[in-house]
């Protein structure tokens, strides 16, 4: 049931909405001042708001200038005096979705309000279709137009096309995750499943089980068959993180599907083949890792079919002040502020900074900076732009801006051990309690070196 809010001062008029308005079937609130129609509109939850212009304590602008703070897309209706044109244009300039003059037929303002309903219900609808598309593609909104991102992504896009393995290599946070997921999502393959598999963040002693699965009595517990991960990811794309974590035994396994396109699940003597595309990154040196024996060369050579080198931040400065633009955005419309300017002096001092933790610092700046600002510029001082320490501890820069970004490392840092002690290592369940996503939970702990 739609709840609409009426703020009128005369408690004929009221009532006589009240009733138009139940009798269609409404709920109805309301309010016979300023004051009462504000506390309505801060604990009503209403659909829809219907304001007097002349009320004893205050001006029914305020009330529309407040219903739009609040949500924006609440329609608001102004009544008005016969005559006062000016006031009704007034208030559709500041947000009024229609105005409706005195004296006035209460069905006309009913159709108003329909129409207000639904064309609002219309474009709800449409923004969670827009968001359940762009899901579904699972493209993430990207910026930066240097020409090394733009020849990254061109590559990106044209091995896509192809089932060819892809190596993705680069700097940990220069956005290999979202090449790899660029090359899924524009492929024939798109609308199969993309599954990421992050080497090191599996025990050792499960990474096994969970690539290619077990049959039922594989070990004690194993009381149901389960697929592994290169089963989900059949006719898609599977996506080794950070290969070049992967312990050395499973290296040699890991060859062998990829050579044969064929594996069997723990405990199990059945071959089961897949039809899978595959994306490999690492944040290593992988020939370097090859030379000191860490990673297998044949391996390697199998991977290294279709290198994507994603260049350092540093390397591509033309991207630091679109991709600051883009971050900025992002987490106002998160955290639903109004979007700061970003001043000269402090995208000089971004376009200095040498960002050695890539665009994953980048971003985690941008949202410290959007946290703590509140006026109409981003300053210096709401971000920190000094080199992460792994401990979080302070280093030797005596700027204010670096000390407080230090600072709310290093607070971060302990809410985050805190949280983790908590749920006895419990990542989701921290994430939980700390109120951010996993992901971000996960990232965090990467950038300060947490576990
Ligand atoms: N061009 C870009 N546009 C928008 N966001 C980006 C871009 N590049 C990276 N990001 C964002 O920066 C963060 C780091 O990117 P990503 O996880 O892809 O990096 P990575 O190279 O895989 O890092 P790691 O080696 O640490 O896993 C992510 O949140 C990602 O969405
Ligand atoms: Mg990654």
């Known amino acids: 049931m739609n709840k609409i809010l009426i703020v009128e001062d005369k408690k004929s008029m009221a009532d006589m909405l009240s009733m138009a308005f139940g009798s269609e079937g409404y709920e109805v609130k309301c309010a016979l001042s300023i004051k009462d129609g504000l506390a309505s509109l801060d604990n ?14 205050g001006s029914g602008f305020d009330i529309l200038k407040s219903a739009k703070e609040r949500v924006p897309s609440l329609p608001v209706v102004v009544m008005t ?31 108003i309000i329909k129409r207000a309903l639904s064309e609002r219900f219309a474009a709800q609808e449409n923004l969670a279709l827009k968001k359940e598309f762009s899901d579904f593609l699972r493209i993430p909104d990207m910026a930066g137009t240097s020409k090394a991102w733009m020849d990254v992504l061109e590559k990106a896009k044209k091995v896509a096309q192809q ?49 290619f699965g077990h049959e039922k009595g594989a070990f004690t517990g194993a009381t149901e068959a389960k697929a592994g991960r290169f089963e989900l990811a059949n006719n898609g794309t599977i996506f080794l993180d950070e290969i070049g974590d992967m312990d050395m035994n499973l290296q040699s396994k890991l060859l062998r599907v990829l050579q044969e396109g064929e594996f069997e699940r723990v405990g199990g003597t059945k071959s089961i083949k897949v039809d899978i595309r595959v994306i490999a990154a690492s944040n290593k040196n992988l020939e370097q890792e090859v030379a000191q024996g860490r990673f297998r060369e044949d391996l390697f050579y199998r991977l290294n079919v279709f290198p994507v080198n994603v260049p350092p931040l540093r390397g591509r400065r033309d ?85 407080s970004g230090q600072a709310v490392r290093v607070a971060e840092k302990a809410r985050i051990e805190d949280a983790l002690r908590t749920t006895g290592g419990n990542k989701s369940k921290a994430a939980v309690l700390l109120k951010v996503s996993y992901k971000t939970l996960l990232n965090k702990i990467k950038e300060y070196g947490i576990g």
């Open 44 to 57: 009503e939850n209403v659909d829809a708001v219907v304001t007097d212009l002349k009320l004893p304590d």
């Open 319 to 403: 991207d630091i002040i679109p991709l600051t633009r883009h971050f900025v955005k992002l987490f106002c419309n998160e955290m639903r502020k109004p979007i700061p300017g970003i001043p000269e002096e402090v995208e000089a001092l971004l376009l200095e900074h040498e960002w050695k933790g890539n665009v994953r610092e980048l971003k985690n700046a941008m949202e410290r900076a959007v946290i703590l600002c509140d006026g109409n510029s981003i300053l210096p001082e709401h971000f920190g732009l000094a080199a992460p320490h792994k401990d979080g501890s302070l280093i030797d820069d005596d700027s204010l801006f670096a000390a």
């Open 81 to 111: 005096a016969f005559g006062s044109i000016e006031t009704a244009v007034r208030a559709v300039k500041e947000g009024a979705y229609d105005f409706i003059t005195k004296p006035f037929d209460p069905d006309h303002l009913l159709l």
């Open 163 to 211: 089932k060819t393995t892809v190596l993705i290599l680069g700097e940990s946070g220069t956005g290999k995750e979202l090449v790899a997921r660029t090359v899924h999502f524009t492929s024939p393959r798109a609308d199969k499943p993309f599954v990421p598999v992050n080497c090191p963040a599996i025990p050792k002693d499960l990474i096994e089980n969970e690539l």
